[in-house]
């Protein structure tokens, strides 16, 4: 087929659409400079080889079942279910996030395309459904995997299900979880449309980022309490013990469509034993009352379901009312009167003062500081790091509840509230800044450095201390002088402090490069590395929650941990200090090895001949 | 008088391909060259190399006698860049752009921050000084780019294309600056497209065509080579031109004509 023929045959329209999609793929999901194919092969790979993973994982307890019966399977289902829908929301959701700027009409489309004699109301359809598209594509290839291969690993040791009822279930997973990843993204997008129709655009430019990166943290944080939750929220639920609270209904409505599809089909499958097995007894009356309990259910999918066929059409007429409304007219070049407010200026003020020592210092404060708020890399990987503090301070919160014990009493859980959010925050931030936040714009940093990154990352650190491990903290105490009181409060979260200090400044020890103004490298083993690392984080923050609350007994010991921690830190700084001696050269432009270097083929082709 | 600048056989390949081969030519203080060239000449990649931002594939560059290979943060330190393409941090403000070079280069806070006003005020930035580079139009990004380029006294000047996107007084404002700092001391490399300018301010220039110099000298023996009362652009189509552009203007006004 000849591509220029086809370009020549196209309607404007669809030219337009074609080429905002490729701008959804080129320059917003994916970096600018990167190779679009290599790119969307790394991200499919990604997304097929996690969905096999979590359907497996999921699922072994009916690959390892010898007999499986029908009842206990359907009420079992429903976690599982409950946890892919939440998923598929989530992770729409977040995608969705991720080109958040793109969602809109930006004043490039209208210098680009206002001067061709296509109409703006063409121009505004064609990015209205080139967000559609992206946002039901992603759904379909996020799902596609697991819509298979669950309802086929559920299934495969009932030896009374039969092929038709297979593909059934597989339609009734596939259509739950699809709806609800167009759901989260509906939501994201009417989100977004909602906010510019009140803010008006100059109100929404200034508040944008704050919105994206809150709502990151809020998307990632249900996508990592889903798991630990799912079985208590639906065992709840079915037990009708306590009503949904509202981020959870959503989740139930899209489930109450894959039960009305296709729940019933594995509660009424008969029971096909092995030979020479007889059902009889325990296992024939925990099935009986199961298959009876799911059927109870049934009218109260049927109302879930309803508001699920309601709620999607709703929130995606939303969204697509108020992006016609604020896409009516293309946008013009956006110049905003940026003026400081009084608080920022005194900030900065005291900012300048705390660094006014050394000039590179107060530049690698200052651009560390300006980069974590306003770049968007930078803010997604701070806001997942919140999000995965939270998550663990939601799940000690649930656990333990806001009460106050006697301190030999306390679970160690709250007690690691700090280090849970402080350690993925310092190690976030240390990722961080191996990421250019505009890599063609390094030149300037290339010319105008004297050679010396040393004070520079003093100032990195010190920006890093005040925004990722002082501030967190000072969030938190309130929430500490409600649990343990004002005076341990104060104690814990001085400890907090102190460890974070160490643990970022062990993990800059080896780290020789410009931060924030040097290519790109990739991590080289994540998969060994990522896994690893939050062994150690969790083994780490538990590990010394128990140090800590048997430290806080007495005045002795708080005092003896104290001096240990500064010792510590210490320690740390004088390596750091010895190891930054000498000076090695800093590489701008490393490049990462092709992929065909990654998986060793030369070495092998060279071997094999 | 000592070269303050000298390149000695640059070389440049990209993979097999080269870019520029064996460029020669020095440049004394108080200088001015014109670097001229069509595109693809290879003018943007020997600007590249004389910024140190790239390494040369053969040849050297010396500054003040010494190879800037054996010292070349310290050469970046004497050098003001302004690039061809604005590349700047859009998400930072001009302020905090100019902050950020001058810290860098430890300039002392109090001259930093009197440059930075000072300078925004003369160039009409000081409404637009506190509001993110994304808005900026090219202009105004040019505008930055200069001052940057100036914050820190710098020895040697480097302006590619430096009048790109420049409204009318500020390109005046520029054209009147360059004399002035080469009369002051200052080595100034400016290379750029429109050869009117070139003419009037630069004494000598060099003349690239296929990565390699075709042309160097004072623009007058330049002439002199040609036909009497020759331009600047004259001489310049004549060494670098192979087509005949009233020949492919007329052939560009039938396509253009063409209807379906």
Known sequence: ????????????????????????????????????????????????????????????????????????????????????????????????????????????????????????????????????????????????????????????????????GILQLIAGHATSVVMAGLFGFSVILAARGVLRLIAGERGFRRVSSTVQSSLVVAAVTALLLAPAVRKTLVYDWVADATPARWPVRPVLWYLGVNETVAGHIVAETAVVLPPRFSFVGFPKHQDDASRAAYRA?????????????????????????????????????????????????GLRRMAERLTESNRETQAGFFFTWQTLTRSQPHRTIIAIAVAAGLTHLLLALATSGIHRLELPDMPR???????????????????????????????????????????????????????????????????????????????????????ATALLDGLFLGYRQFPFGCSYVPIENPKLLWPASLVSVLLAAYGFAGVERFALQTATRTAGLGAALAATVLLVKIADRATRRERLPVNFDERPAPATQRLGLFERIANHD | MQARLEARQLSKYYSATPAIRDVSFTLEPGAILGLLGPNGSGKSTTVSLLTGLREPSAGQIWFDGRNIAEGLVEYQARVGYVPEEAHLYTFLSAREHLELIGRLRRLPARLLTHKISTLLDL??????????????????????????????????????????GLDLTAGL????????????????????HVLDHVERLCADVVVLHHGRIVAEGPVSQLRAMTQENASLEDVIAQLVTTVDPARTAGEIAEVSGLNA
């Not at chain 2, 202009?139 to 480097?158: E, R, T, Y």
Request: hydrophobic letters at 55%; aromatic letters at 8%; glycine letters at 4%.
């Open chain 1, 1 to 164: 087929m000849n591509p220029f023929r086809r370009d020549a045959d196209a309607t404007p329209s669809r030219l337009v659409l074609r080429l905002f999609l490729r701008r959804l793929i080129d320059n917003d999901v994916i970096s600018p400079h990167a190779d679009r194919h290599e790119s969307l092969a790394v991200l499919c790979a990604l997304v097929v080889s996690l969905a096999v993973f979590v359907t497996f994982f999921i699922t072994t307890e009916y690959l390892a079942a010898f007999i499986q019966l029908p009842g206990p399977t359907a009420l079992s289902a429903l976690s599982d279910r409950f946890l892919f829908i939440s998923a598929s929301i989530a992770v729409s959701a977040l995608a969705t996030l991720m080109v958040w700027d793109a969602l809109a009409l930006e004043p490039r489309d209208a210098a680009i395309l206002g001067t061709l004699p296509i109409p703006a109301r063409t121009i505004t359809r064609a990015k209205l459904a080139a967000a559609f598209i992206f946002g039901t594509v992603f759904a379909l290839a996020l799902n596609a995997v697991p819509s298979v291969l669950y309802p086929l690993f559920l299934t495969l040791n009932l030896r009374g299900m039969h092929g038709r």
């Open chain 1, 297 to 345: 259910l049934r009218p109260r999918f049927s109302e879930l379901a309803e508001r699920a066929w309601l709620s999607l059409p709703l929130v995606a007429c939303l969204a697509v009312a108020t992006f016609l409304w604020n896409n009516r007219r293309l946008p013009e070049h956006a110049t905003g009167g940026a003026t400081e407010s009084r608080l920022r200026a």
């Open chain 1, 413 to 499: 859980g709250l007690f690691a509230i700090n280090i849970m959010l402080l350690a993925p925050l310092i190690a976030g931030f240390r990722y961080a800044v191996t990421v250019p936040p505009e890599l063609r714009s390094n030149w300037t940093i290339r010319m105008a450095w004297l050679g010396d990154e040393r004070d520079y990352l003093v100032g990195v650190k010190r920006a890093a201390i005040v925004a990722l491990a002082a501030t967190p903290l000072l969030t938190l105490l309130p929430l500490h002088v409600a649990l343990f009181g004002f005076a341990i409060a104060a104690v814990h979260s001085i400890y907090g402090f102190m460890a």
């Open chain 2, 123 to 164: 160039l009409g930035l000081t409404s637009a000084a506190d509001q993110q580079i994304s808005g900026y139009s090219k202009g105004m990004k040019q505008k930055v780019l200069l001052i940057a380029a100036l914050l820190h006294d710098p020895d040697l000047l480097i302006l590619d294309e430096p009048e790109s």
């Open chain 2, 173 to 192: 404002v520029l054209r009147h600056l360059i004399p002035i700092l080469a009369a002051r001391g200052k080595t100034i490399l400016y290379s750029s």
